[in-house]
């Protein structure tokens, strides 16, 4: 199967598609039925801001806080007095924490004479953000008395008896068997930015975006250079998310999902554009299903290379969670780590550990369970074991350990440089080791190095390069044009 590329929209443009259909502002001129007229009045408490100077994309930790008012309106633009439902209130994109008002509860806000007025308190929005408005039909039954969607009777004789059996209700609490005119309304727009790389990756250890359609910032001054084009998707990094004294701020890479190695791209493009679907996979951040655009220099020139220089992991960084989370899907090195002595295939006998035997899948099956007492005390005991590779991981996934200390110890994936046999160089040095940082959640030692290609591993030996190479040059190869394993994928 060829690489996977969908053209992704982001909520907030759907919401602009929406705006269209429902009403933003005014009605929508030849729309059937009943809809709401809903006007976004502050944001903060200052007027709106003008789509030329958008607020920044909001990446989860801040709340924001609109003001709004909402009409009933006929079929035909005039006002609609006779309205007294509830409705639900939603952000595209974004999500609503708290709608104050008369009449709120929770999400919900009840008109009285077809108007209403509030505020809404929310977060991770960004791009052309706007408040939609359903009418659902729900009508919360009055304190202590039996909701209409909970008393056991077919309160409307169409044979179908309360929540969730009748689609009239909406929740069991709706004192209303009747659906409602599913009449909706959609605000003007509150400009945003698109948010950045490092908004996706919610300058934390999860994203404020997961499963959103999105498009990333990549206008100037943010810059999206390819540090990795892998087997199964590309690394890109914002070189111009620095601060003032021209520091990465961290969290400023990010991982695109491809399925395959994406076609046309090397190592040193310049990304122009690129959207996709956030995703949490096992605690790595990625960007799924990616559609993006590359600004590829004239035919016949290579134009300049602006991969950064690796982050150096030390022992110090590797004992902070934040530190580590802010090089997700980094490139980065370490410089005089050793492989581990002891990493053999043969099964672990009480705990000892030998050159031979690392392996803690006691019975054979596969796998180490975790649940089997002798198994994972094996694994615990290896894992705190600067000297034990626990050789399932290596059989597996190619992961295997590198360490200075009890204190200084990671993991890594050498898969891309097929000249070096781990197990052959067991206890012996590396010189240094380059790649994309990886993290998958669970156990102890959870961020991997993968190597991108064999001038990523150097130790001076049979099967790695004398020495790190700079990053202008490590890995710069023609640009791909097709995924060479298609036919397997």
């Keep these: ?254 991982f695109a999902f491809n399925f395959s190695t994406p076609a046309g791209m090397r190592v040193c493009d310049h990304v122009s554009y690129l959207s996709g679907t956030v995703n949490e996979f096992f605690g790595f951040t990625e960007l799924n299903f990616p559609s993006f655009q590359l600004d590829i220099p004239p035919v016949g020139t290579m134009g300049k290379c602006e991969v950064p220089e690796p982050t150096i992991i030390d022992a110090a960084r590797l004992a902070s969670p934040v530190e580590m989370e802010k090089i997700e899907s980094a490139l980065v090195r370490v410089v005089g780590y050793h492989v581990a002595a002891n990493f053999g295939p043969k099964p672990v006998v009480n705990n000892v550990f030998t050159p031979d035997s690392s392996n803690c899948d006691l019975n054979g099956d596969g796998q180490v369970d975790f649940t089997l007492k002798n198994e994972g005390s094996c694994s615990d005991a290896c894992s705190k074991n600067p000297e034990c590779s626990e050789w399932t991981s290596y059989s597996a996934r190619g992961n295997y350990k590198v360490s200075k200390s009890a204190s200084d110890m990671i993991q890594i994936q050498t898969g891309t440089v097929s000249t070096f046999d781990p197990v052959a160089n067991k206890g012996l040095p590396l010189d240094a080791v380059t790649g994309t940082l990886r993290n998958f959640s669970g156990g102890s030692l959870n961020w991997t190095i993968e190597t991108r290609c064999p001038d990523d591993l150097a130790c001076g030996r049979v099967g790695c390069v004398p020495q790190a190479l700079p990053s202008d040059q490590a890995c710069v190869r023609l640009r791909t044009q097709d995924d060479n394993d298609q036919g397997t994928n």
């Design 1 to 254: 199967m060829s690489a996977l590329r969908f053209t992704s929209l982001s909520l907030g443009a759907l919401g602009a598609l929406l705006s269209i259909s429902a009403c933003g502002g005014d009605t929508t001129p030849g729309l059937q039925g009943p809809q709401f007229h809903v006007e976004i009045l502050t944001v903060n408490g200052n007027p709106l801001p003008a789509p030329d100077a958008p607020l920044p994309a909001n990446g989860g930790k801040v709340t924001e806080t609109w003001t709004f008012t909402i009409e009933a309106r006929t079929a035909s633009g005039e006002p609609d007095p006779s309205f007294d439902g509830v409705v639900r209130l939603s952000s595209k994109p974004g999500a609503i924490s708290k709608v104050t008002g008369e009449g709120a509860v929770g999400r919900n806000l009840r008109l009285k004479g077809g108007k209403a007025s509030g505020s809404v308190e929310l977060t991770a929005v960004y791009g052309p953000a706007r408040l939609w408005v359903d009418d659902l039909g729900y009508v919360p039954a009055e304190p202590g008395k039996k909701p209409a969607c909970s008393n056991g009777k077919d309160d409307d004789g169409d044979y179908l008896i309360d929540f969730p059996a009748d689609p009239g209700c909406a929740f069991a609490d709706d004192d209303n068997e009747e659906g409602g005119t599913y009449a909706a309304g959609v605000s003007n727009a509150v400009s945003y930015a698109l948010p950045r790389v490092s908004d996706v990756q919610g300058h934390g250890p999860a994203t404020p975006y997961p499963y959103e359609s999105i498009e990333i910032n990549t206008a100037a001054p943010q810059r999206l250079i390819v540090t990795r084009v892998a087997s199964d998707g590309f690394y890109v990094t914002d070189i111009n998310d620095v601060d003032k004294d021209k520091k990465s701020n961290g969290y400023n890479h990010l």
